[in-house]
């Protein structure tokens, strides 16, 4: 034994694309666009202590088995496929103890006529990233789904003040202002019996409800009443995180120009940016 | 005078952001937010080969000019806005011989309640970006507007075959493909006489309904027949220019699993590309 | 009390950019550009719960004073700057418990003239970005450094055989074959009262020396391997994590058109890669 | 004939990623990676206004024609691989009238160990791009190269003063700031018999030595002497043109917090930026 160890190690194929196409009954098609990585931890420690790879399986080896499984496995649920792929690693290789797996969505909307109907092969790219993250042992499993890219804005109901104010404090309290986000949350399940599908629409409902209907004191607030909603409203989650982007729009100084801005010329900003982020759990 | 000299230049400001709230009479609003660029010509040629400025409007007036002038001329049509602004330097600085103002929209859908209604002051960023991007001098005006970002896929109703075949072909031909694509589309206006937000929206939705709905032999042919579409939709323009990727979806070889690929599961790849570029006029 | 809990917050600014100019006695500049994050912890969640912001200090607070600070304290060392800046706001507000200051470091190097001498103020963009983090608490403080942006090849003297083949397995072994990585090293020191500078030139060195010296038998013993050498160079270093994507080159199949491809023609390929992560302790 | 045409096309693949390695006799290895495009042009709008691709080479075998020519011709000389791909298409295909090619090399910097010697086959990422493009008829051919990625600073010896002022200019005149600048440099080559890599050189030398040395009364000022200063040192370069972004390092005021900011501590932009953009020719 070295006089150095390894304290953790997790390795395997990131990147992972397939896209596959599921033919229907009646001519429609439906396609479902992924992104998967798949990470294995186990008994793989000689391959960093010397070259003894016996216990490696190729990261080839996991992006094949990645698209095979596609086939029968991929649909709508990605949760599903996820846990297929993690119970296939951790059946097929006794060594292994632990497999991550996480699929990232495209979203595709199928395409609407000008008469309504929906087009049966045709799909417009959409612009939220639904994503899910199984971590699984023999003898647990943990789901957590959640989504990306979800750009929000309002143009009026909220505010900023009652804040501390120090000698590098300038900036003035408001109970007008733009808040706009580009929500990160996660949510975890409280085991792998969910109708993931049906959890995930009525948390984003949730969050939207609260982002749009209730005034802002604050993106805090506005984090934890949009995950107390979606913890009211799916009893299957046990908790959420939000991780919240606060996208500054600044009012614009329009007075050297002899001009008012009563709010309503703003400079949006990506940088710097307020940053919120909590995990809000049931109480036990 | 030097035994060098500029043959062309053109100076500016770009990526100047400017978010605008319209508010109605009913409470609702209305958002408009652009990322705009400024680019100007004329006598300023003296402070490249020297150090006189005189006639070099700085950069940072233009961006000060655009945010002030969005607060009266910002509105639903970009093309309005960025002729506004051209008008605006070359009456300002009669030294100066050509203005070329680019707008891009950042789109806001409005959010829509559970219940159908529409919110009046909350958005979710959209996914498609419109353009526009206005060439004028005192004595002429090109506008041109057009699309970014708009992913469109069809998983069946597109083949390519009858290409050549010398000692570097491998690929296979086919009569059932997925066609993919992310449309740079670009349309040059008769004149800056016309309703723009009813010709785009007519153009869009030419290009749409000809990919959906007609069997694609090649992306050339897919391209010309959406730009004619289009063409015969909207009398005002003059011509159309599509540059459109081919994003390959490639079919994965299953064999070595035991398992037969019907057109099911495919690989999709950013890199490497066909890139199909053409430029559609009316003929004289 | 509600039946939701907040089991965990972190809130603060990111990306605030600072550009310090350290003029020095002979009339020579040195340049000193970060990008800094602080995210605080503490007697903040009345924000989350309802509207009492008395214990939020306002993210534009946290900009201006990281921007004010940088005046007399971001130097050559950026491990300094961030614990100034971490000791600052526990110092300043008893009811915050924990600071979490991140710098990230954009290298400029020195343009050296034809002459062979440095230039007094004139800068190259660097194409490496050394990180650090600063987590502390009243009690206690963890120092972690590292690298990101650092791209290696190695073009033979890597191999990987001896893995298991299931079903799913298609690739062939290789002892020769091109190593590439982007490496995203991070390393925790002992305590506060460290040569950083000093210790993070020697860390690099292992690394550098044992990636290009030794044969790599995997990705993984290679990860190992530079950790161990590091470990052995900075005594105060406690640990090193390594994550390191395997970015493949593949051998391209040049005899379809009638060519041997001797271990010469490869496709550089980003997606998808093998993603190799670990971390090294010393041996207690 | 339709009563619309095409008026301008080309087609082609993208992306094209390569790597060579050269093995040296010495057992040292040259490593050249590169990013190909090659659009064609000829007769092939049959394609477009129906379904006969028998004029179209497929984008497929154009990649493979890419990686096949790269084993005997990719080497130090990107412009003597783009003319060895454009030759090739237009000697292949009578009917194709026009060939562009495009090439972006990947630069990597030989690993130069503590001693000082150059490690024979590994290789650290560098972080300049030099490009080449080659657009050829069979009766005329243009070599235009030029560079990406070349981030330049400096931090006095720059200023911007003598401009107009309006009713939106609210700018103050300086005589020291902080220049910055990522050029994206062309030079045309008169024709297609020159020495590339040393003329490559020499351009680079003239515009780093040139922006190091003078005092910049405006960006515009600087680009013309830099373009001034290669084609005085290059005789095969036609013309010149460089896009310069101004990255603004805007000087913070830190008098709210009792401190004077003698240009020392600078807030660094994206956006918007000034971008100064112009051809550079010998006079006839």
């Known amino acids: ?62 992006k094949n088995t990645i698209q095979a499984l596609a086939q029968k496995h991929l649909g ?11 119970d296939h690693f951790l059946a097929k290789y006794p060594h292994m103890t632990r497999a991550v797996v996480e699929v990232a969505s495209r979203t595709w909307d199928r395409y609407i006529r000008p008469d309504g109907s929906a087009h049966p092969h045709t799909f417009l790219g959409g612009s939220t990233t639904p994503i899910t993250k199984v971590d699984m042992t023999r003898s647990s499993v943990k789901v957590e789904s959640g989504i990306r890219d979800l750009l929000l804005l309002k143009s009026t109901g909220s505010g900023w003040a009652g804040y501390p104010r120090d000698e590098y404090t300038t900036l003035p309290e408001t109970t007008d202002r733009i808040l706009s986000t580009q929500v990160e949350g996660n949510w975890t399940f409280a085991n792998r019996s969910v109708d993931f599908g049906k959890a995930n ?69 990506d940088e710097p940016h307020g940053q919120i982020e909590a995990r809000i759990s049931r109480s036990a």
């Open 76 to 86: 709508d649920v990605i949760e599903e496929f996820a846990l297929t792929l993690g």
């Open 201 to 269: 629409r009525a948390i984003l409902a949730a969050l939207l409800n609260t982002f749009a209907e209730t005034y802002s004191p604050s993106v805090q607030n506005t984090l934890y009443s949009s995950a107390k909603a979606a913890l009211e409203a799916v009893a299957d989650v046990v908790e959420i995180s939000f991780a919240l982007p606060n996208k500054h729009y600044l009012l614009v100084n329009l007075s050297p120009f002899g001009l008012q801005n009563n709010s309503e010329i703003f400079l949006p900003t």
């Open 1 to 62: 034994m070295d006089e150095f160890k390894i304290t953790a190690q997790r390795y395997g194929k990131r990147k992972v694309r397939v896209l596959r196409v599921e033919r229907l009954s009646d001519g429609t098609h439906k396609i479902h666009e992924v992104d998967v990585a798949v990470f294995l931890d186990g008994d793989v420690l000689p391959a960093y202590y010397g070259n003894d790879n016996s216990g490696v399986v190729a990261t080839d080896t996991i």
